[in-house]
């Protein structure tokens, strides 16, 4: 009954296998392992992209930070919700790696909406030389509250983009449970939407530490490169990060993890629904986010759940008093898990 | 007989079942695993620093970047050999994470000497605010040449350091490397020699990827995690690089496979002279730098054998004519290997 | 008729007077001139702080961005108003001065509130590693919009920022004025109140180009001294801005300017709201944000008046129709242009 | 007899009427003043390069840190004199300008030769993503030593330059000195002879505070100005710097001034060799480096001179040693000082 993060499981046996099986022998180091070129054009197959420049990194603020910093000037500013995973979570990296650029936190909603970017990214006038220049938009998919962007809001964020002049970066941590929950291909829900590179997540589906950046023009790959060096990013016995991407990519491994997720989050939803639970976001993929009364919080710790409160005490007040949570299922988490945890509650 | 790079070998098979063990349900991310706990204390132990700060990183440069960067301002120079892995291998990775300090290269040679280090230090002056101000000492052990400092080099070093006021850092990629050529105790290799801060690797020497960066005075450590949360180096899933770590300090792990290497390149070396190599550098460790003719690496070659060649081309010339060459052994290669690749040439 | 700012004005004629005055024979380069050392005198006794570190710089950015980079770790967060001038006229020089720290914030006023600071400061957990870490309050006296802190309302932010443990930076670039609109003492619109550095504005009141920072713990001297010459603003003929700063601080020249450029103010806003302008913002100091028709506009624009319209466009649309403006009262305009002005509208 | 620094004089008296003449009324702020415009015409003509983009900043460090941070990556390198201004005084300047690129030292000479800059550039190689990528060329002129480098030197260095796909960038910091030694064109000793972007110097030859940057190549405008406003070096009160430069060009002030100190330098030479001084450097341009002994020194001193001593101490020793010194001529130094100081030594 483990809900506090995807980040806390283990890693799927199968990448665990492959780990091992990339320990033999010698192996040329800095990228240049075979496996690597493997991992290259499965994902530019996965990916409809033929001329993709991939990259791989071991932490998603890693893949983040390197990506914006290759499509962001200094004296620009990335544009991103409030909540966004480099605005809140990764202590300034993102304005260490571009060299000090500043982010503009469009609208006051974890959505971003075209509406609010159009009026973001109007707010600064590039003939004007006293202001942040305008540089990349950045869309989390999966958002920060366990919302999944349709197709066509993709579309509408990029073309809003796009008709600024501006790139963009998706932040997928979660990318493979978006997914699954739309239904569609990986081009549909990144370059034909008008993605230009995509941070492609492994680690929170089931990879020890492996993320991927997609460019789907490959004329950042040199400058990434660099910059992923200067970054201390790569790593020289590289053989063990492209072990567990193509393990992750073999035999449907990153499919099946997150629909699995996914399934045990919307078994999980549908019960704390059941016991009255209310929802402080529709939960579209692998995180649910709701209140629930102390006294079920109290019992759900009593029998071992974990997971984070964003309210507390959790010891004292009224037990009716609705307490905030987030529970994220991973892609080990059990059914027979989730009804124990219904149960307890 | 792979002698490129000690960053090509496969991981120890310990080290791996570890990682396996490591894979079970659950763990607290970003540090707070149990694993890391026990690794602080056997760090401390083996140091015999009961209040050392032990961070785990992926990377040699990420872990002496940031050392770096804790310790020296902006507007600082760092001091190390010209031919100092932070000068030549990193792609300005000290340079970016220091938010732009420099590198003063101290006299021509690959071996720091107490008085080309003072003579460096003395090129700046404290009180003038045009120049870069003096920071910190960085001393390399294994050198870059396959040479290792004694203890009495390595405190007259840091006395020239401290004597200014400035702290040392240890690059320490090749730590156990030194150590058992030195057959001396940690604590006599660091802190009491005079060493403030040790990058302690484990990648060469046995596991996928992980670095100790290690802080006698705990009063840096805070500010070593924000920068290494900053720098994207805070792994999620970090009980994978505790378990490496962990796994390397068990049953003298770290101590065999130094002691192997160290071995097998004497081995190597004590065959290179008897076939008449002449050596750049005297080998002390597990490096070679040796001069053959270019008939016997083409012989060499041919055996199947694998080296970096700084001269060249290894095709068309004399075939007395004489190549550099460098010879790295790892902790897996064998006598044997050495013994065929001696009797290739 | 020049509204448009007080960057635009001429210098005062005492100051220019200095200026050729200072300009006989050699001085001392970098700041050793003999006019820095009474300026230094002459500051720390206006503000009654003997022990004050004072430096010359010759713009309100630099001026801002070195005090911030001064008390702000590239991990941290500077807690400002949405309109501070750091945030939106100086084109990231904070985020690069800082080494790439963020700015927060405060609310969604151009007047920040204890209350609103208070919020934005409990945002952010000291405890966690992932968030960008709290760092100094930047305040903007006169504010963007011309309203003035009075001395409690200064004290009262100051009160959070110091129990958080932040310390407090003043961005003075219209410093005098608000001191005239208060009719306090330096002292009490800085240190007494809590501010621990004041960007002292001259630029903007007279002088050609030449703002004071005033740390008033001089623990703070020697790290701004190379972060300004690191940042290519120590002045190798430094006497050039001691000698405006000189001739500013003589005669209360920096009083009787913000006297005068303030009472136009008010002569303006009296006059403005005799014709029917609305006003945005209560004028306090020397600036006026006001509302009015699209045919007063027009009329002061044939009469030859300059300003700044923030709506538009001028020329078309219904003549009843309010159009906002800002209009700035430089130390040189005169009451017959304030009148001529009315006049016009 | 003041030989200490050319920054150390007064400004011409025709540049300080210019400031007083240009402080009449308003003018527009930021560089749109109707002076910047005449500087941009007239600069353009000079260097017959009608495309050229012109910048004024304050000092000789900003106007070095910016030119480079526009030619820059912050993985690659600058190549450098081991006496450049940029290496040796201007604590780490380049390095946070360009966002912590690395200074590469081309020889060990004061003059960099063809042969050693093509040494330093083949040290690093473009497809090792290990080490800081080739960037700009950085070459001073005059020398620091007091060297002026020939068209054919000039041409050859920029040969070498573009060979390697490098930019050049010239230090001008004495840029007139040089140009009168060698009777050549502005055009000559820069585009011409491959110089992509020269800092004209007008500070050290006459001016309080103004330098040029010019861009040949146009296309590097908009980012200069953005990393000119970022680095807080875009001056509000534009017109100051605008009207130094513009009476620095006016009736040849730049070509009468240069001419003066070079000739008074030279009589000084002359002097000094029939007094038996030794020179460390061949004077060029109005820079002298030369070995007198203690007694002449200390002559000197008591008489009034003031130089910098590089050797010391001047009080106690032989009286026949020789000591170095540098003897530096600005515009301002007349005949008869030059005679004085011969005649006390």
Chains 1, 2, 3, 4 share one sequence.
Not at 111 to 136: C, F, K, N, W, Y
Request: hydrophobic residues 45%.
């Amino acid at each position: 009954m483990f809900f506090a993060s995807d980040n806390a499981g283990p890693a799927h046996p199968e990448v665990m296998q492959a780990l091992m099986d990339a320990n033999a022998g010698y192996a040329m180091p800095y990228g240049a392992d075979v496996q690597m070129a493997e991992v290259t054009a499965r994902i530019r197959d996965i990916f409809e992209a033929p001329e993709a420049a991939v990259f791989l990194v071991a932490t998603g603020t890693a893949a983040n930070a390197l990506a914006l910093a290759t499509l962001c000037q200094p004296y620009q500013t990335v544009f991103c919700s409030p909540v966004a995973h480099i605005n809140c979570d990764e202590c300034n990296a993102p304005e260490f790696y571009t060299g000090g650029a500043k982010l503009t936190l469009v609208g006051d909603s974890h959505r971003m909406t075209p509406e609010a970017l159009q009026t973001a990214i109007a707010g600064s006038s590039p003939s004007d030389v006293h202001v942040a220049q305008r540089g990349p938009v950045s869309i989390t998919q999966v958002t920060e509250c366990g919302g999944v962007y349709t197709l066509a809001e993709l579309q509408a964020l990029c073309r809003v983009a796009h008709d600024a002049g501006l790139p963009v970066h998706l932040d997928g941590a979660r990318f493979t449970n978006a997914l699954v929950a739309l239904g569609c291909t990986p081009a549909e829900m990144s370059w034909r939407a008008g993605v230009n590179v995509v941070c492609f997540g492994g680690t929170k589906n089931g990879c020890p530490g492996v993320e991927a950046v997609i460019f789907f023009d490959p004329a950042h790959a040199r400058e990434f490169e660099l910059r992923r060096k200067r970054g201390a990013h790569l790593f020289s016995k590289h053989r063990y990060l492209s072990a567990q991407m193509l393990a992750y990519l073999t035999d449907d491994l990153w499919l099946r993890s997150a629909r699995s997720a996914n399934a045990n989050a919307k078994r999980l939803a549908d019960g704390l629904a059941l016991k009255g639970a209310q929802f402080e976001h529709d939960p579209q993929a692998n995180m649910i986010f709701a209140r629930l009364t102390r006294a079920q919080h109290q019992a759900a710790h009593a029998a071992g759940a974990r997971y984070y409160l964003n309210d507390g005490p959790l010891d004292t007040g009224h037990a009716d008093t609705r307490l905030s949570a987030r529970f994220v299922c991973d892609w080990s988490i059990q059914p027979q898990q989730i009804d124990a945890f219904l149960a307890a509650i």
